[in-house]
């Protein structure tokens, strides 16, 4: 059974900097895509980043409000997906959960990090 476990929120100030870690475990020839969503108080949860294998590399997605702020990695071997989150504001406060798609179409999840970022 896939797993997936994320480590590194926090609480941080406007301008500071987090770096979110994902592993997978359980999977099987790995994972085609990894990334992170976020889920603010009484909000729906969104994207915030993506990595997606295609044709031997990664193709990456942002969502517009992160873009030149975040930054997705992936250890493919390892499973592991990164997000180093430079330049924080109050509005990426939120729980961030990272996502696993496998080669079959299967999406996975895990607990989530809380990342909290005080004015």
């Known amino acids: 059974q896939v797993q997936l476990v994320e480590s590194g929120g926090g609480l941080v100030q406007i301008g500071g900097s987090l770096r979110l870690s994902c592993t997978a475990s359980?999977?099987?020839?790995?994972?085609?895509?990894m990334g992170w969503y976020r889920q603010a108080p009484g909000k729906l949860r969104v994207m915030v980043a993506t990595?997606?294998?295609?044709?031997?590399?990664?193709?990456?997605n942002y969502a517009n409000s992160v873009k030149g702020r975040f930054t997705i990695s992936r250890d493919i071997l390892k499973d592991m997906v990164f997000l180093q989150m430079d330049n924080l504001e109050p509005e990426d406060t939120g729980v961030y959960s990272c996502?696993?798609?496998?080669?079959?179409?299967?999406?996975?999840w895990g607990q989530g990090t809380q990342v909290t970022v005080s004015s």
């Open positions: 990595s997606t294998s295609v044709d031997g590399t990664n193709s990456e």
């Open positions: 359980g999977t099987r020839g790995g994972l085609k895509g």
């Open positions: 996502y696993g798609n496998s080669w079959g179409g299967r999406d996975y």
